[in-house]
């Protein structure tokens, strides 16, 4: 009988793993710069608490199961519910602004495909109950500086602010099953499936003068300079003014947090009826159709849930992605051997003063292998060499009787005789 692992799930062996830990504390070095701390949810959550955000639709996406007691559970296809769910039980009365970060997997059971896993990873942030510019500007800004950190240097902010559009749908006064099929439209990002939804023979919106601003608006794109020309479009509908002057003052703060890779995209949408303020989506070129590594914005969810008003704006990296463009855009690092010293006994009478001495090796915090499979002495040094630590330490019978013990340098080759008591304070300070 042949075991599998699942279709859209992966293994990873040794150096992935160290080379995934390296991303994993970069991030966690970045977020906790700008105080946010980390916080872990369940895998699996109720079902209800997905489809009350997503809909009902979104079943068909997850992974949800009946438990033994009878409730309808679901693994997480994402975190930014349960954080909701986390600040409800727990947080309600914690100071605010709360800055959280958190990591782990989610599942979605998609079609695999290359960038796209049933199994994935998430590494994101919450800031909740700072609504303005410069807590917008403030979670951009970690983001830039968390992917900066990693060395991916051709990462573009694209950014919106959803207040434009919802004033045009206020002035109007289009209900909101509409506004949400049109939000769906634009955040496709097809301009031909826009064009036809907006201004073809039979738009979503009976308004044509709407329909035209609406175009219009999701084809700008550009650098700030790109305001004016939005303003003067907006100019009639005195609903999308508040708005866009959120969005200016973003600006001017992305700039005071030394953000400049960014554009003003009018096209990001997100998709979602709980993003109320700005959203952002971050493109790393190079990468081909799975060049978006990350998504976010500022949104009202936790009042979804049954709680009080409180504004969120965060974002969640697509940390396989970032994987990928390490490895597709960086130059490889090389990583150190884990293991900087193997400690081998000569003979069989010596084996027992050998794991004394890896034992002390080790609380000294010094990574240390000893021989465990009763090797010859000429296939220990092979394996030293094979593992690339830097000192084997060869104990013999007749080193022992002096209290010493042989350590040799695998690098140089050149080996000393020294007291067991001085080869921790030698090996950590050579």
Known sequence: MEFERPRGTRDFLFEEMRRRKEVENTLRNVFEN????????????????????????????????????????TLR????????????????????PIKLYYYGSCFRYERPQKGRFRQFWQFGCELIGAKSPEGEAEVIAMCSNAIE??????????????GIIRGLFSHFNIDEETQTKIMVVIDKGDKELLKESLIGDNPVIK???????????????????????????????????????????????????????????????RGLDYYTGIVF????????????????????????????EVVSTGFALGFDRLINAIEELTEPKELEPVVKTYVAAISPETRGKAFEIAQTLRLADIPTEVDLSRKKFKKLLNY?????????????ERDLEEGKVTVKNMESGDQELMAIDEVAEFIKNN
């Not at 209800?48 to 007691?69: A, H, I, P």
């Not at 296809?77 to 605010?96: F, V």
């Not at 971050?282 to 849930?305: D, M, N, P, R």
């Open 77 to 96: 296809p994402e975190i930014t519910a349960p954080i909701a769910r986390l600040y409800l039980n727990e947080m309600q009365k914690t100071a605010k």
């Open 207 to 269: 308004e044509p003068e709407l329909n035209e601003v609406l175009f219009k608006l999701m084809d700008m794109v550009g650098d700030s300079s790109i305001i004016s020309d939005i303003r003067d479009l907006v100019a009639p509908y005195e609903e999308a003014h508040d708005a866009l002057e959120e969005f200016e003052e973003l600006i001017r703060t992305l700039e005071n947090f030394q953000v400049f890779n960014y554009k003003l995209n009018l096209g990001v949408a």
């Open 149 to 162: 950190a990693l060395g991916i240097t051709t990462a573009e902010f694209n950014v919106n602010h959803l």
């Open 384 to 396: 030293a060499n094979k593992i690339g630590v830097k000192y084997t330490v060869l104990v013999g």
């Open 34 to 73: 700008y105080g946010f701390g980390e916080v872990q949810t369940p895998l699996f959550e109720d079902l209800k608490l997905f489809t009350t955000k997503s809909g009902d639709e979104v079943v068909n996406q997850l992974y949800n199961f009946t438990d033994k007691g009878g409730r309808e559970l």
């Open 281 to 308: 989506e971050v493109y790393v070129e190079g990468l081909g159709a799975q060049k978006q590594v990350c998504g976010g914005g500022t949104y009202s969810l936790i009042k979804l849930f049954g709680g009080e």
